[in-house]
């Protein structure tokens, strides 16, 4: 099964605003929305949006997300030396029944 | 505390089994989505099964017939069946907790992950 598309790797400045994308098809991401995870390394991964734009308990506003069609967007903004971690989106496809995620990007905070 | 706590993973030959769990606390793995997730060391996220309140189950297709996904009310606790194992099959397992409705995707509690090496 195909998974989403995220760029492998983005870099911004301390402070600046970072948005990375994630795309799929009108099965999946145009679908059902999109959930946003986080991970550092060695640590599990944490949820920060879920159903596009939800946002758990304690996660920064500095994070919000956004959809046009079947591309999804994470936007962190006011980047700061914790944002540097791996970000992978997933959503449910409904054609496949299956969970799908992108192949992740790393962030980096230059 | 809400938590969820893997165990079984180790090291096992090419063709053999292995069986992971996942304890749940602090909440009950009946009334959520559970979730199994696995990542190759440097890689990135694969979902690997599912196991809804109702007792549907929903996993990725090229595992179907060689993972099982199972759940013992009483243990609180829900468990993965891998059989016929392979050197591909060699990552960290999580298991995961889908708040927010069946489709949500939100994983909200992970475990800290099991390891599974699958080596002569």
């Known amino acids: 099964q195909a998974g989403l598309t995220q760029p492998p790797a983005v870099s911004k400045g301390l402070g600046q605003t970072a948005t990375l994308t994630c795309t799929g098809n009108?099965?999946?991401?145009?679908?059902?929305?999109v959930a946003w995870l986080q991970q550092h390394q060695g640590h599990p991964p944490k949820l920060l949006l879920y159903?596009?734009?939800n946002r758990p308990s304690g996660i920064s506003e500095r994070l919000s997300a956004s959809r046009s069609v079947n591309t999804a967007s994470l936007t962190i903004t006011g980047l700061q030396p914790e944002d540097e971690a791996d970000y992978y989106c997933?959503?449910?496809?409904?054609?496949?029944?299956?969970?799908?995620f992108g192949g992740g990007t790393k962030l980096t905070v230059l | 505390e809400v938590q969820l706590v893997e165990s079984g993973g180790g090291l096992v030959q090419p063709g053999g089994s292995l069986r992971l769990s996942c304890a749940g606390s602090?909440?009950?793995?009946?009334?959520?989505?559970m979730h199994w997730v696995r990542q190759v060391t440097g890689k990135g996220l694969e979902w690997v099964s599912s196991?809804?309140?109702?007792?549907?189950?929903y996993s990725t297709e090229s595992l179907k017939g060689r993972f099982t996904i199972s759940r013992d009310n009483a243990a609180n606790s829900f468990y993965l069946q891998m059989d016929s194992l392979s050197v591909v099959d060699t990552a960290i397992y999580y298991c995961?907790?889908?708040?927010?409705?069946?489709?949500?995707?939100?994983?909200?509690?992970w475990g800290l992950g099991t390891m599974v090496t699958v080596s002569s």
């Open positions: 196991l809804g309140p109702t007792g549907n189950t």
């Open positions: 995961a907790r889908e708040s927010g409705g069946s489709g949500s995707g939100g994983f909200d509690v």
């Open positions: 602090g909440f009950n793995v009946t009334d959520y989505d």
């Open positions: 009108s099965s999946n991401v145009g679908n059902e929305g």
């Open positions: 997933s959503a449910w496809d409904s054609s496949l029944r299956v969970w799908v």
């Open positions: 159903r596009n734009s």
